[in-house]
């Protein structure tokens, strides 16, 4: 996540972060010759909270006095080599900067489905995971259709976020991930979300405050968010130009959904993840 003295971005991944993040290291000048770099590796290298990654923190604190990015350890999951991250959750945020606006980005369940499907990380990261398991029920991984790797990631990946909890309805991935990110108790929710829960809109006082800027319109709405936080229009003016950052090499295939989606895919979709689309009406078909 990204700290600054006004805000918290929250970085939920595949859905523009990245970019994010780069835009406001440019504006707080905050890759100052590699240094942060060289030190943000060291972060990672040691366990968070030893005494070594607490004081390389500290270090980053005093470089970096306007803005930091604060490297937090993974919280679900059997992660073999993957014990620290930038998506931090709300819950990770620390206190003392919990009373300030917490911005993130929301996007498209549909086209978040797709990107995920072709960023492919799944092939190296699953197997780590679930190597007998994927032999015996997938003899044809990794070569999935984005139907099979939408099944595939619903029966594997759910259990890994849902951590053992039972939820009333069949709910999907994107709606789990979205529920840990943003809910002041998630846990709790996902033993409790129901149809009259969605129904009710009972989440409006389960969710944390955010303010969202939507994927696909970054550019702009991050810039007009930077300006209510008072930054200058001359400072921040080259982020409404600014190309994509870490953009999938096959992303203009995400532009046609029908060659990923059958109705019975998008309609299986509309259902498990109603929550996201009860909250965001804009992303309805």
């Known amino acids: 996540?990204?700290?600054?003295?006004?805000?918290?971005?929250?970085?939920?991944?595949?859905?523009?972060?990245?970019?994010?993040?780069a835009m406001l290291k440019q504006v707080h000048n905050y890759d100052r010759g590699g240094v942060n770099k060289i030190l943000h590796r060291m972060i990672r290298k040691f366990r968070?909270?030893?005494?070594?990654?607490?004081?390389?923190?500290?270090?980053d604190t005093l470089i970096n006095p306007d803005m930091t990015e604060l490297i937090v350890p993974k919280v679900y999951g059997r992660h073999i080599g993957y014990r620290q991250s930038q998506h931090g959750r709300y819950s990770q945020?620390?206190?003392e900067h919990k009373d300030k606006t917490i911005i993130s980005i929301i996007r498209n369940p549909f086209t978040r489905y797709v990107s995920t499907y072709l960023y492919e990380d799944w092939k190296d990261r699953y197997p780590q995971i679930y190597s007998d398991q994927l032999k015996n029920?997938?003899?044809?991984?990794?070569?999935?259709?984005?139907?099979?790797?939408?099944?595939?990631?619903?029966?594997?990946?759910?259990?890994?976020?849902l951590q053992g909890i039972i939820p009333?309805?069949?709910l999907g991935v994107n709606t789990i991930q979205f529920i840990r990110f943003y809910f002041k108790e998630p846990k709790r929710v996902l033993n409790e979300?129901?149809?009259?829960?969605?129904?009710?809109?009972?989440?409006?006082?389960?969710?944390?405050?955010?303010?969202?800027l939507h994927q696909e319109r970054l550019?702009?709405?991050?810039?007009?968010?930077?300006?209510?936080?008072?930054?200058?229009?001359?400072?921040?003016?080259?982020?409404?130009?600014?190309?994509p950052i870490n953009v999938t090499k096959r992303k203009r295939d995400q532009q046609s959904l029908d060659r990923f989606y059958t109705e019975e895919l998008r309609q299986n979709i509309l259902k498990r993840d109603r929550l996201l689309f009860k909250i965001f009406p804009e992303y309805q078909p």
């Open 93 to 95: 945020v620390p206190e």
């Open 48 to 59: 968070y909270g030893t005494v070594l990654n607490r004081t390389l923190r500290k270090i």
């Open 219 to 243: 550019n702009d709405e991050l810039f007009q968010f930077l300006l209510t936080m008072g930054y200058s229009e001359q400072k921040i003016q080259f982020i409404k130009d600014a190309e």
């Open 168 to 170: 009333k309805i069949n």
């Open 193 to 212: 979300i129901d149809d009259e829960y969605i129904t009710n809109r009972s989440y409006q006082e389960e969710m944390v405050p955010i303010t969202f």
């Open 137 to 161: 029920n997938i003899p044809s991984f990794p070569d999935l259709s984005f139907a099979e790797y939408y099944d595939m990631i619903h029966f594997y990946k759910q259990d890994l976020r």
């Open 1 to 21: 996540m990204i700290i600054t003295n006004q805000f918290v971005m929250l970085n939920y991944p595949k859905t523009g972060s990245s970019f994010a993040r």
